[in-house]
């Protein structure tokens, strides 16, 4: 993962001018803190209990925000259809900002409360296949009318009840299947598996988070290729060819007042650069018409002025809060459907544990830790229904990916990424500036990270002797099977009705989750096949 991503030779990205470093441990006048750091953190520019200094969380937590930006933006949009909101922008914008306003509170408790790794809350996929299987059951499809942009009148209360009456009933499933996941954290039963998910589970579940994402990545990518391939090669460029350059930046202290300091920039913020960078020549393209302006023409989408209604749209300040589309309702189809998303969730989560205590240096997390984090995750779901987000919250892959291009594990800079979620669920049109990034922009970015993803799973593979044939079985058959078995169901959904539809749901989201696949395979295997 090292030397794949990055190698550090600079604990510390900045850096006096006379030689010395400055860095959180120190106050401008030389003085170092004698904080002990985490095994491995000596390649960190800042170890999991480092603070780096105010202005560096800012910019490194509004960089996690822009990373997850991504999937919190894409989960209401696609249940938008479903939920008879795709002529009302304005209450898409709601959800957004309600995603990001509990993704935020979820942040805060899981690093202070739950596992204590620097790791991401956000709305979670898993839920969206089982949201989506509920929402299409005869009782829940849209009318009609609902359909038509001409017929839909967004102030009407017929309207506003026919869409709060179904994500009433998210809230209440999701709110049901988090006492699941609550039970099973806290319980400690979570933990009590862990001693039986080893490297051989552990590796397919976080390589098939993102190796399934090829196509989503791929086609946002492919809107534009030549600005996704812009924003790649900043991102390589930054984070690999010039990361061990550094920018000398004026820099105040209370002894030496102001003077010069080198700063490692292209290291610590290669994913902001190069976002930044792209985003601004898009902007430049699409004012000077170098873009097409014809909306099925190819490139259209990476114009900075296609998503222009949800920044007018959004209010300046909402502030959302729990029951704010009413009481919610529950149904015994769904809760089983998000239960299912619930288990695939967990199986994640634990992996993603792992990946993100590797990467910034930290032991691999305790038993007790990972009991906390999974009872946290429910905690965060059972908020995400109260607050009607129509989803749960799960922790991020896409900011683990990043931590391992940053090389910064300080715990404080997601509290700062959980600070600005606060803020954008707060204030709708600063959200709704961030949620115009060109989809080819996010696209490139996503082809680097899930790359960095995929090879910390399989990074896990260091810990077990991979000269045994029954390793090399174990892996193999897990990881082939975590692609083939989703790919063949989500071809032949008809294929599994039994009858029952609850059954149905569950199977069918199951099935099509890779990481479930494999990462259950890969138990199964490692747990029942001698060892040699």
């Known amino acids: 993962m090292n030397s794949a991503i990055t190698s550090c030779e600079h604990p510390d990205p900045l850096q006096r001018s006379d030689g010395g470093t400055l860095s959180a441990h120190d106050d401008g006048q030389g003085k170092k803190n004698s904080q002990p750091r985490s095994p491995g953190s000596s390649q960190l520019a800042y170890a999991i209990l480092d603070t780096p200094p105010w202005y560096l969380c800012i910019f490194l937590g509004i960089q996690h925000f822009l990373t997850a930006l991504g999937g919190l933006v894409a989960v209401p949009l696609i249940l938008a259809k479903d939920l008879c909101l795709q002529h009302d922008p304005l209450t898409q914008s ?110 397919p579940t976080i390589s098939l988070v993102a190796l399934p994402l090829f196509d989503s990545a791929g086609n946002d990518a492919g809107v534009h290729w030549g600005i996704s391939a812009m924003t790649i090669f900043l991102i390589v460029l930054f984070s690999q060819y010039l990361k061990n350059i550094a920018v000398p930046v004026p820099v105040y202290g209370r002894k030496e007042k102001c003077h010069t300091s ?16 792209s985003w601004f020549l898009c902007f430049v393209f699409t004012v000077t018409n170098t873009f097409p302006s014809a909306p099925t023409a190819y490139g259209y989408l990476a114009r900075t002025d296609t998503k222009g209604n949800v920044l007018s749209q959004a209010p300046w300040f909402r502030f959302p809060y729990p029951g704010q589309w009413g009481l919610p309702t529950i149904s015994l189809a769904g809760v089983f459907g998000i239960i299912a998303g619930v288990i695939s969730s967990m199986v994640e989560s634990v992996g993603d544990y792992y990946a993100c205590a590797r990467l910034v240096g930290a032991p691999p997390p305790p038993k007790h830790a990972i009991n906390r984090g999974i009872g946290i995750e429910g905690l965060g779901c059972l908020l995400a229904g109260a607050w009607g987000t129509g989803n749960g919250t799960t922790s991020y892959s896409e900011n683990v990916g990043a931590l391992g291009i940053t090389r910064v594990g300080s715990r404080m800079v997601i509290v700062a990424a959980g600070c600005v979620l606060l803020l954008m669920g707060v204030f709708g049109k600063i959200g709704a500036v961030f949620a115009t990034i060109p989809t080819p922009v996010v696209g490139g970015m996503y082809l680097v990270m899930f790359g960095v993803i995929s090879a910390v799973g399989i990074s896990n593979l260091q810990y077990v002797d991979m000269n045994s044939s029954r390793n090399i079985f174990v892996f193999g058959f897990s990881m082939y099977c975590g692609l083939a078995i989703p790919n063949w169901v989500n071809k032949n959904p008809d294929k599994l009705q039994t009858g029952i539809l609850q059954l149905d749901q569950v199977l069918q989201v199951l099935l099509t989750t890779g990481m479930f696949v494999g990462g259950f395979l890969g138990f199964l295997l490692d747990n029942t096949i001698p060892a040699s």
Do not use: D, H
Request: with cysteine; charged share 10%.
């Open 94 to 203: 709601y959800l957004i900002s309600t995603i990001f306003f509990v993704s935020g509170i979820c942040t805060l408790l899981q690093v202070f409360f739950g596992v204590r790794l620097p790791i991401l809350q956000g709305g979670t996929f898993g839920f969206v296949a089982p949201s989506l299987a509920m929402l299409s059951l005869p009782a829940w499809r849209c009318p009609e009318w609902t359909l038509n942009a001409s017929q839909v009148n967004i102030s009407s209360p017929e309207f506003t009840e026919e869409w709060q009456k179904r994500i009433r009933e998210l809230q209440g499933v999701i709110m049901v299947a988090s006492c699941v996941q609550m039970l099973v954290g806290f319980s400690g039963l979570i933990g009590f598996l862990m001693r039986f998910i080893g490297p051989l589970t552990i590796a």
């Open 262 to 277: 080198k700063f490692y920039l292209f290291q610590v913020f290669p994913v902001l650069l190069g976002l930044c960078i």
